[in-house]
């Protein structure tokens, strides 16, 4: 059974519009079906999606039925975020699903993020600890989270007890509990592969 998709850009005052439709077995099929047309509108990186239903409007001011809100309360930007760490591998997937764009899917999934750790905190797995210490005598520890956020933080040599890989930090309010020094925010990994590094880590 076919289904009409639309392809779904913003103008430059930022609102969606529909550019173009076609009938399709899938969302594969009508991107492919609608490729020529996007290149050709400097549209690429257009959101493709079921069509709404009624009327699809189309012009340089009129937003498109149907284009579902950014959610905007706390909870809803908490039950998104958690919706993204459990059930999606990439920002791109999440940003499809929702129909909305990626930089919109990113700051989404930020905002949740704060929300969840202000109300339940978030535990961090040591996945690695430097052998040398810096010159003020400090190991670098590496942190990751189940959804993928990681960082880097410094700690004495002779902690005691020194963090080991496998080991659980929980971190509230921004601060972690370990008591550490220079936190820095690496770059992020997908949840998929958070978990699988994190798992390796407390097999060692």
Known sequence: MTTTYEAIAKTKAGDPVSIATTDANSIEEARKN???????????????????????????????????????????KHQSYLDWRNNFLTVARFAEDYGI????????????RVI?????????????????????GLKSIILVAEDGEAWEILKSAYSDPLPKPGDTIKRAGGVFATGCECPRRLSDSSPAVAKKIIADAKRK
Request: net charge negative.
């Open 34 to 76: 609608l490729s020529t047309i996007l290149w050709a509108t400097g549209c690429e990186d257009a959101i493709v999606r079921p069509a709404a239903g009624g009327k699809i409007e189309r012009g340089e001011a009129e937003p498109v039925v149907g284009i579902p809100a950014l959610p905007d309360t706390d909870n809803q």
């Open 101 to 112: 764009t990626f930089g919109e899917a990113s700051r989404l999934i930020d905002e949740g």
């Open 116 to 136: 969840h750790e202000a109300r339940a905190g978030k535990s961090f797995t040591v996945i690695a600890v430097s052998s040398n210490t810096n010159s003020f």
